[in-house]
């Protein structure tokens, strides 16, 4: 899909990924409505994207946001998202279900709202998931809600021909999600990557409608081995993490 000229919905927008895919989509000509929970910086990025700031909080609800749409969008990036790190049987059920809405409910609400629109547009829609969708140790909610979005991508994607989906598995990525999710990344290897590389995936993935995009590439190998032998999967993550 081309996006000049074109209405482009971003969750997320305030910070990391969905701020730099905000500016990269503004560069390549698209009108935005940007959303996020932090006035402030969402009217940073509106003002250097001129975009329409719609400030709303997505798990306690879609409407807010869906009420302040100008028009029917054409893209739909769904990007807003909070980890939770640490053993399952510690998280509260209050973080749970915070994860489950924000993470696997709103950006099902919000397609199922935006899909006839979507489709009169032949538009196109982004699911920000993650390369945990594949399962990872002391992630196990914010995992499964990654699952979840990949699958619920896969089914749309077969029902509505007419729009184009795009699924992205992140690796790790220098943003400030570590912080919020209450764990810095420890690890040596893989670095985190920049926010700007992972736009820059993510606006290739819109153009040539790209079904999934696995940012960095190699980490395509783990959804692989995932898919052929989830038990050599399972082995190796305990081993490696
Ligand atoms: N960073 C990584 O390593 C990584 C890897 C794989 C996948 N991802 C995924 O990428 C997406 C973007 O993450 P990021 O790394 O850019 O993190 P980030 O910098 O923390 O950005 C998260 C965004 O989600 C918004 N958000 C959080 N809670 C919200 C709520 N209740 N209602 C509405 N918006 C809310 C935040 O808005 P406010 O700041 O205004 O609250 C912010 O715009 C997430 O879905 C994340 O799961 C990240």
Request: hydrophobic share 50%; with cysteine; proline share 6%.
């Amino acid at each position: 899909m081309r996006v000049a000229d074109r209405l482009a919905l971003v969750t997320g927008a305030s910070s990391g990924i969905g701020a730099a895919l905000a500016l990269r989509l503004a560069g390549d000509g698209a009108r935005l409505v940007l959303t996020g929970r932090d006035p402030e910086r969402l009217q940073q990025v509106a003002e250097r994207t001129g975009a329409k700031a719609v400030v709303a909080d997505l798990a306690a609800g879609v409407d807010t946001l869906l009420d302040a749409l100008p028009a029917r969008p054409a893209l739909v990036v769904h990007c807003a998202g909070v980890g939770a790190a640490g053993p399952l049987e510690e998280l509260s059920p209050a973080r749970v279900d915070e994860l489950l809405d924000l993470n696997l409910r709103a950006p099902v609400q919000l397609t199922r709202a935006l899909l006839p629109g979507l489709r009169a547009e032949r538009g196109h829609l982004v699911f920000v998931a993650s390369i945990a969708a594949l399962g990872v140790a002391g992630e196990a909610v914010y995992s499964a809600t990654k699952a979840g979005l990949r699958g619920f991508a896969d089914a749309v994607r077969i029902e509505a021909p007419e729009v184009g989906v795009t699924t992205v598995l992140p690796g790790a990525v220098d943003t400030p999600y570590f912080g919020r999710r209450g764990r810095a990344y420890d690890r040596r290897f893989p670095r985190p990557i920049r926010a700007d590389r992972v736009a820059e995936e993510i606006a290739r993935g819109i153009r040539r409608g790209s079904v999934e995009v696995v940012v960095p590439r190699w980490l395509a190998l783990g959804a692989k081995v995932h898919g052929a032998a989830p038990a050599l999967f399972a082995r190796a993550s305990r081993r490696f993490g």
